[in-house]
C-alpha cells in the first residue's frame, strides 16, 4: 500500500482537509485487505505518563503538570502531540506559558535529535513581554519535549516558517535551546 512514513508525515502536517481524505483513504484501502493502517491512524499506542511544564501562576518558575497521553510510537508524533497539549493549556489552572491564539505550523526531529518547532506569529505578537515571561515560555516547550522524548536532545523554535533572533527582545533564538530544570519548581 506505499510506504508508511510517508503517509504519516503527511498526517502530522496539521492540513485537517487532507488529513480527512488520506484518513479515508487508508481506512478504505485497510478495510479491502490492501495493507495495515498506520498507528497514527489507528489510535494505537501505549500509554505513557508525560510532564508538560506551564507557568506557575504566584511565583516566576515553571511548574511540571502530570499527564497520561498515548504515545504513537514515532517520536515526531509524540513531539508534535506534545507541543499540541502545551498550546491546549493547563488542565489543572497553571499559566500557559504559550499566548492564545498561538498555533503549531510544523514540526520536524532531525537526525541529530534536534526538534524544529515551527509557530505561527501568535507567539510573538501575543507574548506579554518581560524577560521572565520570554525564558519561561521557550523553557516550556524545550523541556516538555526533551524531558519526555528520548530521541529529543534540543529545540529550534521558528516563528512563520523563519528563524527569529528573539521570542520577545530578550534571549537568543539562533541557537537550539536544551532543557533547563533550574526554571522548575
Known sequence: MGNPE??????DSGQ???????????AGAWFLGAGPVPDCLAGKG???????????ATRP???????VVVNPGDPRAFGRQLILELINGSA???????????????????????AVVDFTAHLREN??????REQLTLFSIANSLILNVTEIERVKILIDG???????GHLPLEFPLTADM????
Open 6 to 11: 510517508r503517509y504519516q508525515r503527511i498526517f
Open 162 to 168: 523563519a528563524e527569529a533572533q528573539t521570542l520577545a
Open 92 to 114: 489543572r489552572g497553571h499559566l500557559a506559558a504559550i499566548p492564545g491564539g498561538t498555533k503549531l505550523r510544523s514540526f520536524f526531529l532531525l537526525e541529530d535529535g534536534t
Open 16 to 26: 485537517p482537509l487532507l488529513r480527512h481524505v488520506l484518513w479515508l483513504v487508508l
Open 127 to 132: 507574548h506579554p513581554g518581560s524577560c521572565r
Open 182 to 185: 533550574l526554571l522548575t519548581r
Open 61 to 67: 518558575f515553571l511548574i511540571a503538570e502530570e499527564r
Open 46 to 56: 501505549d500509554k505513557q505518563v508525560v510532564h508538560l511544564y506551564f507557568s506557575d
